[in-house]
């Protein structure tokens, strides 16, 4: 309050941690901002508290989802790449990221495009559109890929959709198969309910 009685600032925001009578932990955003009177002067107080408990416990379960499967994909001994909902590289284990010619940290935050030749880009937009309209499903695709010493490789890709708090990323494995191959679309081999571009896998 003695911030907002000095006349330097108007409005204040502040959070703090509030316990309730029955011991409820409560997160609290206020908002003081100062009434004036007719000459100017600040008269009274005015303060709004928005809980935003909810808000911060859902941030605190994204960051702990994103912890876990970064320790799982880092200390992997696959070739695996966790993307974010954007496609950009949250991190990989240190046999994905070589099979596209980086180290783990330096693979970090690229976006797919980096590793995707204009003329394979059609088809990595299917690979990601299934992933999108399948979220159950594991999607397979092979495609011709740019590594960092701008050498191509026909990749095998093994994806699916991950849950990373209130979003979503993708969980995707690598496979070099070949140094240069030919295009071919993704398919979906497990698709419950799937429409005529995937194919329903047949009961064993």
């Avoid at 002067?41 to 909810?54: C, E, F, I, P």
């Avoid at 490789?153 to 959709?161: D, E, K, T």
């Amino acid at each position: 309050m003695m911030r907002l009685s000095s006349g330097k600032e108007r409005t204040i925001v502040s959070e703090n941690r509030n316990v309730t009578r029955d011991g409820k932990i409560i997160h609290c955003v206020w908002h003081n901002s100062v009434l004036a009177d007719a000459e100017g002067k600040m008269s009274s107080v005015m303060s709004l508290v928005q809980d935003v408990t909810a808000e911060r416990s859902a941030k605190a379960s994204l960051e702990k989802t994103i912890e876990s499967l970064r320790v799982l994909v880092t200390n992997s001994s696959e070739h695996m790449l966790l993307l974010d909902g954007e496609g950009a590289v949250l991190c990989s284990s240190r046999y994905g990221a070589a099979a596209l010619g980086y180290g783990a940290k330096e693979i970090e935050g690229k976006s797919w495009r980096t590793f995707v030749p204009e003329d394979q880009l059609i088809h990595a937009r299917f690979f990601f559109r299934d992933l999108l309209r399948h979220p159950a499903a594991r999607i397979t695709a092979a495609l011709s890929l740019s590594m960092a010493t701008g050498e191509k490789g026909l990749f095998s890709l093994n994806a699916s959709r991950v849950s990373l708090g209130d979003s979503y990323g993708y969980l995707i494995y690598v496979e070099r198969i070949a140094t240069q191959g030919s295009e071919r679309l993704p398919r979906i081999e497990e698709a419950p309910g799937a429409g005529s571009f995937g194919r329903k896998k047949r009961p064993a």
